[in-house]
């Protein structure tokens, strides 16, 4: 009995050992396989004689590229230019360089005739462009000519529509074939296919067309334009919708759309869509089906009930209140709505398959549309600002990006279109380097010159060895961050001699001006430093206020950092502008006697702001500060920065000068703020309330301890 | 082990029942059993043995054993390339489809060998480029094995170089490809387009729909925003090594160094170093070079001879002429060396040129203006010369190194054309990482001063001080902007004082009970908090006069993107100690405002909570302390700009330093911390 137990427990405990063993690994091994299979891909094969493969190409081959080709490269230039033609136009075969070598960018628009009147649009985009500084009124020295037909609605349905431009065209002894000529066009084609043509052989003429088709954009030679209407705003314009960074966005709808539903024809597959996703709840998808004269023919069973709906919601709220707008294409690519929605400050969702977006070639719009970041919400804004608000600057865009194909060591990066201030401001003439503008030292990690230029405008000759003048340039000279002086001496009297003037550390040079009041920004090419003290031969500072003020310009490289300030305000008793010295806990414009701004404003100054302004300033010897802050604040859409000051700076107005004399020059900057206003198409001065001091100014701690004593000695 | 102790505890419980008689049964049983167990565990384990090795040799299998399939010649031909496909027209979206990662699914077809009717080969197998493209994109995340769920279909069929293949048959083994469908989603790689004597721009063999990756696109062969421009590899990348050159000026200002260039570009090459002479070198083929000497690694200038590439490396300026062909291998070469290219080619589309922006990295310049090339080039700043040199290595060394460079941009190129919404910006496209660094992009970037009439929301953080509390929403709720009180009760253990005890204010007041006693709860984003300017009040504030408040408000609308505080704190570096230190004494300088009472926008909240790096936000919980460092910190790194603090009469900020005193210790470990963290 023992030996049996102990054979049975053997051959039990043998079994059960087995059955462990070989089960249990199995499933194990089982489980362990299958897992592996779920993961491990079927990569590509590592080749055993991988290392023994022949390159792709000879690098004898590659490097010498098949040997001489027979063709010239002047007789492949000339033949493609023959083949290249018309849809398959490029700047290299249509357009003609040679004219725009001598006289650079210039447009000329064909003078308007009585007999054929244009449109409002029409009439907008030719004054904007005879008031830009690209404009000439001799067709010899143009670069780009621009037709005085109006070509903007090509919907021979339409009023507006032109007839028989062929022959008008062909009529004119400038048109070449449409060499160098830029065509306008909004609206294309009609009913019921909407083709993109313009009725007219616009030959080698370079088109900017809203609506555009992929297929027909001749890339790098036509351009996008959006959709705008007939009320659009030349210049100044409503501005954009957003008045705070609400970020996460938080709006009552999420999605938003209010429009028709096409029941047939072109477009109508993807409005008919739209109403699916409607839920009433944040996603707000209205459409109707009114539309045309013969509605009621096709309508179908949930037309009366969309209907309803429709008639429930405001358009305009909704675009104000969504975070993202639908914006599909309509019978034609693209609709007013999208530059409805960037205004709204709606993220636009575009659903227009091949449509060619508007200044595509420079403007990021993945930035701005279809996306779903918290932080894209901010985005359409500005860029809005850049289009939607203005004709004048839509128009603009235009010649800028034939302007930079031209002359390309000056085009500019993508990166400053799409930062603000945006491409218009950042003038290339004036570096393509990012680092010389005062706007991109954050997102380039980089910063402004430790430096400054100390730039004093010299009126009256100097006679005595007590004169302001002379201590100013002694306190400036001692700051620590003085690299130069520069007086711009606009005396009729010869400048003191070297001796003369007194000895300081830093070089002293003296410019020659032409006596105006302009030169006083002008970029001269002795400064040399980002940033730019500009001083009056009267202002008196002390080194500490100097040091502390650039300082702080450090940090706001873009705006003006100043001491002595002055307001603007609303007078509505005479519904214009009115402007203050008086003490206020506000200003608006931080006067140029004495105060730092970035050297490219010199630029913008000299080259941006049309000749009038500057001839007005320079006859009334007056309001250059006042424009030097309109333009800083338009750039920068923010106030200047006052520091403290030990004493305090009045009107820089002639000693000698009778209170008569003083009254009127205060009248003048009135109306200088007026007219500056009007130029600008809105007030772009902004206010501000709060003054920067040192850490330490007025606290209760020893003087000793304080970086900026002399600013509190009495 | 489990198994074994369960049947010792049944074995015994077995053992009584069994007979004497049935014991050779019992034996046999077992026997039976036990082969029965020998048996599946051999089968079971035989196939899988025979599995897994297969799987081994097809890893380890040679380029010359891939089975071979013959055309024959009447297989069909797939259509000449659309030049009107877009992406919306020829390619299908459908079977990308929606899913989470936004990653498109590429599937690479098994390699074969093809061959006509007579077994005459149709092309090299696969060269050693392609065959590293493959294995690139077979390892990137883009891969999948399964034909059904993939986007994008690559053959495995090697069209790089246009003349190693016969085009005719390469289509119709195109043709033949498993799930071709017109090409639809398929995507070819070409280097070398075109051949004699007119050299098409773009890859000669009919594909169809197929997308193509080509070197050399010109802009009418070139389908915008539907085929890729890649870059011509060149080899010699891998073979040299060329250590990165710092930026600045150089020997020579304009360098050419390929090789059979056409004499009438020669010409406009030697009149510019006839005008310029030693800023500018102009190179050519060796003609004496003594046998073994490879004269690709060789140029020549009269009788002096340089080694390639190398020599790129002495120049400012490269010139990439147009050949026969409109792609250059040089061009990568010249973006090796650091050397900005100026590429003369006429109407050519660059590489990537729809996601990098050349304009920073290269100039071009029209065939015409070749004369005038030196008077362009002069008038460039130095200082955007030296950036453009980094920008060309950066370019080269991500986008051009190796074919799986080449091969992973291509396809994320592809990627954000279908999810366009997690496209990557331009941004990450272009910035070297050195900027990518030092570059802060402004979440509040936008230049807005926020209307007066939203007021703010003040946050208070108490446990339990009740009565100071109270005393702290009397004073504040004196201020005029203020439009709603938060009141955070961070005590679990207690329950906030009933509602009638609370001090009667103007404005709405909110508490939020908290879980748990945690410090960032002071900084996470309420749904309550509904105005853009938050209030951070501790709850022992009552000496800022409403006043003080008020203007601080003010002060913040301007700058809403800083934080605007009263009471100062500094960091500096200590030399002695080798580390950051935190100091509350009286100086010059601020760089920190503590949170005691600051005004900041709430989007810093969402931050704080969501998107603080490191381990930051666990340590301050931890620590019970720096929360206000860590914020500090937060929105410097964020925004790049400095702090604010404003002017305020009373004696605060002594009353603070004794605190501060005791937690000093603490913070200077979460200082060490954060710096790693940012």
């Known amino acids: 009995m023992q030996t049996r137990k102990k054979y049975i427990f053997i051959t039990f405990f043998a079994s059960w050992l087995l059955l462990f063993f070989f089960g249990g690994d199995q499933i194990r091994r089982l489980a362990f396989l299958s897992r592996k299979k779920a993961t491990v891909l079927k990569n590509w094969p590592r080749w055993t004689d991988r290392s023994l493969l022949k390159s792709f190409a000879d690098p004898e081959e590659l490097q010498s590229d098949g040997g001489h080709h027979k063709q010239s490269a002047k007789a492949r230039r000339e033949s493609r230019i023959n083949i290249y033609k018309h849809s398959r136009c490029r ?38 462009i005879e008031e830009s500084r690209y404009y000439t009124s001799n067709p010899e020295e143009a670069c780009l000519f621009i037709l005085n037909i109006d070509t903007l609605d090509r919907d021979h349905l339409s009023i507006q529509y032109v007839h028989n431009i062929n022959d008008k065209i062909q009529g004119f002894p400038l048109w070449n074939d449409g060499r160098n000529h830029l065509i306008f066009n909004l609206y294309s084609g009609t009913w019921p296919n909407y083709t993109e043509d313009l009725g007219f052989d616009i030959g080698q003429a370079i088109l900017a067309k809203a609506s555009f088709y992929v297929e027909n954009f001749r890339p790098g030679f036509d351009i996008s334009i959006p959709l705008f209407s007939k009320e659009h705003p ?88 969504s975070t993202f707008c639908i914006i599909p294409r309509g019978r034609r690519l693209g609709s007013f709505r999208f530059l409805e929605a960037l205004q709204a400050a709606c993220i636009p969702v575009l659903l227009s398959n091949g449509w060619e977006l508007p200044f595509s070639e420079v403007i990021d719009w993945s930035k701005s549309a279809i996306v779903g970041d918290e932080r894209l919400l901010l ?67 980089s910063s ?158 000299t080259n941006y702001l049309p000749a009038s302004l500057r001839s007005l300033i320079d006859q009334l010897s007056n309001c250059e500060d006042i424009l030097m802050n309109f333009l800083v604040s338009a750039v920068t859409k923010l106030p200047p920065i006052k520091v403290t000051q030990k004493k305090q700076h009045q009107e820089a107005a002639p000693q000698s000068a009778a209170v008569s004399s003083g009254n009127l020059h205060f009248s003048q900057r009135q109306d200088c703020l007026n007219r500056f206003a009007a130029w600008f198409g809105y007030m772009p001065l902004v206010h501000s309330q709060l003054r920067l001091d040192p850490v330490l100014f007025k606290d209760q701690v020893s003087v000793l301890r304080k970086k900026y004593r002399h600013l509190e000695k009495p | 082990m489990c198994a074994s102790a369960k049947y010792n505890t049944r074995g015994p419980a077995l053992i009584p029942r069994m007979k004497t008689k049935h014991r ?70 459908y079977r990308c489809g929606f899913n989470p990662k936004n990653k498109i699914k590429v599937y690479i077809y098994s390699l074969k060998k093809y061959v006509d009717e007579y077994g005459m080969l149709v092309s090299n197998t696969i060269s050693r480029e392609y065959n590293e493209l493959l294995t690139a994109i077979s390892d990137s995340d883009f891969y999948t094995d399964d034909v059904n769920r993939a986007c994008l279909f690559v053959p495995s069929i090697d069209v790089l170089n246009q003349n190693t293949l016969r085009i005719k048959e390469t289509a119709q083994a195109l043709a033949q490809l498993s799930r071709w469908d017109r090409g639809t989603n398929h995507l070819l790689f070409n280097m070398l387009p075109g051949g004699p004597p007119d050299y098409n721009t773009a890859l000669d063999v009919p594909r169809d729909r197929a997308l193509l990756a080509g070197g050399g696109f010109s802009t009418w062969t070139y ?10 590899y060149s080899p010699l990348s891998a073979e040299v090594e060329l250590p990165e050159r710092g930026p600045g000026p150089r020997r020579y200002f304009i360098l050419s160094s390929q090789m059979a260039l056409h004499p ?90 729809e996601v990098l922006d050349w304009k920073r990295a290269s100039v071009v310049i029209p065939e015409e203006k070749m004369p005038e090339m030196y008077s362009i080039l002069q008038s460039i700043p130095q200082r955007q010369i030296e950036e453009m040199q980094r920008q060309a290595r950066w370019f080269w060394e991500a986008y051009f190194r190796s074919m799986k460079a080449i091969a992973l941009a291509t396809l994320q190129i592809i990627n954000d054309r279908i999810y366009p919404y997690a496209a990557m910006s331009y941004e990450e496209w272009n910035d070297p990482p050195s900027v990518k660094w030092s570059s802060v992009s402004n979440p509040l970037f936008l230049p807005l001063i926020p209307p007066q009439s939203q007021g703010f929301t003040a946050i208070v953080l108490t446990y339990d001080r009740v009565e100071s509390l109270f005393r702290v929403i009397t004073e504040v709720s004196k201020v005029p902007s203020l439009s709603k009180l938060l009141v955070v009760w961070n005590n679990q253990n207690k329950n906030p004082p009933e509602d009638s005890l609370w001090p009667k204010i103007r404005v709405p007041l909110k508490v939020v009970k908290t879980t748990e006693n945690k410090l960032s709860n002071r900084f996470f984003p309420y749904d309550e908090i509904e105005t ?59 760089s920190m405002v503590l949170t005691g009472a600051a005004f900041y926008h709430k989007y810093f909240n969402y931050l704080y909570t969501y998107k603080m790096p490191g381990d930051i936000k666990n340590w301050v919980d931890a620590h019970m302390n720096c929360e206000d460092i860590a914020m500090n910190f937060l929105v410097a790194n964020v925004t790049g700009k400095a702090v604010i603090k404003v002017w305020t009469f009373t004696l605060y900020i002594h009353f603070k330093v004794c605190q501060v005193g005791m937690r000093f210790r603490g913070c200077q470990a979460l200082l060490q911390l954060a710096r790693s963290a940012f």
């Open chain 2, 264 to 353: 009438e570009y020669r010409s406009d090459l030697e009149a510019l170093q006839v005008e310029n002479r030693e800023s500018v070198l102009i190179l050519d083929k060796c003609t004496n070079l003594s046998e073994g000497v490879p004269s690709v690694r060789k140029r020549c200038h009269k009788n002096q001879v340089f080694d390639y590439p190398q020599v790129l490396q002495e120049a400012t300026f490269c010139i990439v002429l147009r050949g026969a062909r409109l792609g250059q291998a040089v061009l990568s070469d010249v973006l090796q060396a650091g050397c900005v290219p100026i590429v003369v080619a006429d109407s050519y589309v660059l590489p990537f040129s």
């Open chain 1, 91 to 128: 700047m290299e075969t249509c357009f003609d360089f040679s004219r725009c070598e001598k006289h650079g960018f210039k447009v000329f628009v064909y003078p308007m005739e009585r007999e054929d009147p244009v449109s409002e649009s029409y009439l907008k985009i030719i004054t904007s």
């Open chain 1, 234 to 321: 030349q210049k100044g314009g409503e501005r954009g919708w957003l008045y705070q960074n609400s970020v996460p966005p938080k709006k009552k709808y999420m999605l938003a759309f209010k429009g028709k539903r096409y029941l047939t024809g072109i477009g109508s597959d993807t409005r008919n869509a739209l109403h699916h996703i409607h839920n009433g709840k944040e996603i707000i998808s209205l459409t109707t089906c009114k539309h045309g004269k013969d509605w009621e023919k096709h309508k179908d069973t949930r037309c009366d009930k969309d209907n309803l709906d429709y008639e429930k919601f405001d358009y305009q709220e909704l675009l104000h209140n």
């Open chain 2, 532 to 590: 853009e300017a938050v209030l951070a009040i501790d709850d022992d504030i009552i000496m800022l006069t409403s006043d003080e408040l008020q203007f601080g408000y003010e002060v913040w609308r301007e700058f809403p993107d800083r934080l605007v505080g009263y009471p100062g704190r500094l960091h500096l570096w200590d030399h002695e100690m080798n580390k950051w230190k935190y100091e509350s004494e009286w100086t010059n300088e601020v």
């Open chain 1, 379 to 445: 985005q359409p804004c500005w860029i809005d600002e850049l289009l939607a608000a203005r004709v004048m600057k839509a128009v603009s865009i235009s010649p800028q990006i034939i302007k930079d194909r031209l002359f390309l060591r000056e085009s500019r990066p993508k990166f400053l279109w799409n930062t603000l201030p945006g491409g218009l401001l950042a003038l290339p003439e004036y570096s393509t380097h990012l680092g010389d503008f005062p706007f991109y030292h954050l997102q380039h990690g």
């Open chain 1, 448 to 605: 402004p010159s430790g430096k400054f230029t100390a730039f004093i405008r010299a009126v009256s000759p100097v006679v005595s060895l007590s004169q302001p003048i002379l201590k100013l340039i002694q306190a400036v000279s001692r700051s620590q961050h003085c690299a130069q002086i520069l007086v711009l001496w606009s005396c009729e009297k010869p400048p003191p001699p070297r001796g003369r003037w007194p000895q300081t550390a830093v070089p002293l040079t003296v410019i020659h001006g032409r006596r105006k009041v302009s030169d006083r920004f002008f970029p001269y090419s002795a400064i040399g430093t980002d940033a730019v003290l500009s001083l009056d031969e009267h202002t008196s500072l002390s080194t500490s206020e100097v040091d502390f003020a650039f300082v702080v310009w450090r940090s706001f490289p873009d705006r003006i950092v100043g001491f002595p300030m002055r307001s603007h305000f609303w007078d509505s008793s005479q519904s214009q502008w009115g402007y203050t010295s008086k003490w206020t806990n506000e200003f608006s414009m931080v006067l140029t006697a004495a105060a730092f701004h970035h050297r490219y404003y010199h630029s913008l100054f």
């Open chain 2, 223 to 232: 389908r915008q925003g539907y085929d890729v421009s890649i870059p011509v």
């Open chain 2, 24 to 93: 050779i049964y019992y034996i046999t049983l077992f026997s039976i059993v036990l082969l029965g167990l020998i048996a599946t565990g051999m089968f079971q384990f035989w196939p899988h043995s025979i599995e897994s090795s297969s799987d081994w040799t097809v890893e380890k299998r040679s380029v010359h054993d891939v089975p071979v399939v013959k055309l024959p010649p009447d297989s069909p031909i797939p259509e000449r390339g659309d030049l009107s496909c877009r992406m919306h027209t020829c390619f299908d979206v």
